[in-house]
């Protein structure tokens, strides 16, 4: 799990690829829809803050001591931001507990599994932390054909695997999928 332990790997992954999609650290779904732009800034000292204060959360994939990626997962509270929010908002019926907004794989360990062994660490984790209702936002590849560097809301495909339903499509490709965890 992501903590002030596990930070250097983490931060050590991100720094590797760029500080990954842009160089947003992850930070993104963080942010207040309504807030002002870059409210943020900087983006790597805002997100070791959160961490240090138990704010940020992901379920890291390790090689030894190398992260590999992981998968970020909180509360609704916590994760307030989602892509494509006008659409996601139109058919809203009820916030769920918990967002899996986003997935990150290391350059050169794409397709190999690790999201799928980061979604499986994110799912327990919520099952410790209590259970409830969780929700994603993965991209439908087989509709769209898109490069595994910027599916960073995972895919369809490995979501309906782990028993989520696919619930409702927010984007051209983009779906929200759902899944009820019990506590552990």
């Known amino acids: 799990m992501l903590d002030e332990s596990t930070w250097p790997a983490f931060a050590k992954l991100v ?7 842009g ?19 900087p983006y790597r000292d805002t997100k070791e803050r959160l961490v240090r204060e138990g ?32 659409n996601y908002e139109a058919g809203l019926d009820e916030l769920p ?10 350059k050169g360990y794409r397709k190999r599994g690790i999201a799928k062994i980061a979604l499986r660490g ?25 490069s595994s560097s910027f599916l960073h809301g995972g895919t ?3 979501f309906l695997a782990e028993g989520f339903e696919q619930v409702r499509q927010i984007g ?3 779906w929200v999928v759902r899944k009820t965890i019990g506590p552990a």
């Open 55 to 86: 704010r940020a959360q992901a379920a890291l994939v390790f090689d030894g001591e190398e992260a590999l990626g992981w998968c970020q997962f909180g509360r609704t509270v916590e994760l307030p931001n989602v892509k494509n929010r006008k």
């Open 23 to 41: 160089g947003c650290w992850c930070i993104a779904f963080h942010l207040d829809p309504a807030g002002p732009k870059g409210q943020c800034k």
């Open 156 to 158: 369809v495909r490995m």
């Open 15 to 21: 720094e590797a690829n760029g500080g990954i999609f």
């Open 122 to 146: 994110a799912l327990e984790e919520i099952a410790r932390l209590g259970g409830g209702t969780v929700e994603a936002y993965p991209y439908d590849v087989e509709a769209v054909k898109t």
């Open 172 to 174: 051209k490709s983009q």
């Open 97 to 106: 507990d918990w967002r899996l907004p986003c997935f990150f794989v290391g």
